[in-house]
């Protein structure tokens, strides 16, 4: 029954990811800016987005099969235990995945989790599930896009970099719709915390500027608890609420468009 439960998870994995593989291209990113970016879907205080993923399960995620506002607060307090001093940090521990709220409004999974990587340019070999997933992309075979550069410039800088859209790009763009006043470090956790070809396999290097590498460890940091902070013993939510909403307050308070 275990074996069963896991190639399940498996499978789920696999095909998300190759679902993501096959349609995330340069003309797909750039229609979702458009439709996201704006943040005119709704207006809702942060607690109340961390909250709604209780109804999420990351399809994409074989470590995790428990509802993802878990591991928001997991992840946080495993960051408040070594960065007490860093509230900022803490609080981009706790909202780092709400972009995933894009899915309760109708977002298929595989354009709001997982992995990210850039569009317009070669699919690293380190992207999960690299050899076979992106056959029927037709972005592969555009010689415009599938060199080493595409359309980008040798070390633009991140900023200027297409990434497959999902919850981290999502996210960094309502924070910065919204004016709140996280600071550059936590808005790259954000923005780059999925991208693991970049952080964890150092591949696209050749894209990056000064400040990008700069942001680099904090990232990495930020990692160490995104990743190992993953357990079945669930924190008391309630009782953490006071603590973490007034850090809400602090860095983006009130009612946020998303």
Not at 140 to 156: D, L, Q, R, S
Request: glycine share 6%; hydrophobic share 35%; proline share 5%.
């Amino acid at each position: 029954m275990v074996l069963l439960r896991i190639c399940c998870l498996i499978d789920r994995v696999f095909n998300t990811y190759s679902l993501m593989h096959t349609n995330q291209t340069v003309e797909f990113v750039n229609q979702k800016h458009t439709e996201w970016n704006g943040c005119n879907h709704t207006r809702m205080g942060m607690m109340d987005a961390i909250m709604s993923l209780d109804q999420l399960v990351d399809e994409s995620d074989p470590d995790v099969d428990f509802p993802n506002s878990f591991h928001a607060f997991q992840t946080a307090e495993g960051i408040r235990q070594e960065h007490p001093d860093k509230e900022w940090f803490q609080l981009v521990g706790l909202i780092h995945d709400v972009g995933k709220i894009m899915a309760l409004w109708d977002e298929p999974q595989w354009a709001v989790v997982g992995d990210t990587f850039p569009v317009g340019c070669k699919f690293q070999n380190s992207i999960v599930f690299r050899d076979n997933t992106f056959l029927k992309n037709p972005d592969e075979n555009n010689p415009k896009y599938n060199t080493e550069f595409g359309i980008y410039e040798p070390n633009c800088g991140l900023d200027n970099v297409l990434m497959s859209w999902g919850h981290d790009e999502y996210l960094y763009r309502v924070m910065k719709f919204n004016k709140c006043p996280i600071p550059e470090e936590g808005l790259y956790m954000i923005r780059f915390h999925s991208f693991y070809p970049w952080h964890s396999h150092g591949d696209y290097m050749h894209l990056c500027n000064d400040k990008d590498l700069k942001m680099l460890p904090w990232v990495k940091e930020f990692n160490k608890f995104d990743l190992y902070t993953k357990t079945t013993d669930l924190p008391d939510v309630n009782n953490l609420k006071v603590y973490y909403q007034s850090l809400i307050d602090k860095y983006c308070p009130g009612v946020l468009q998303w």
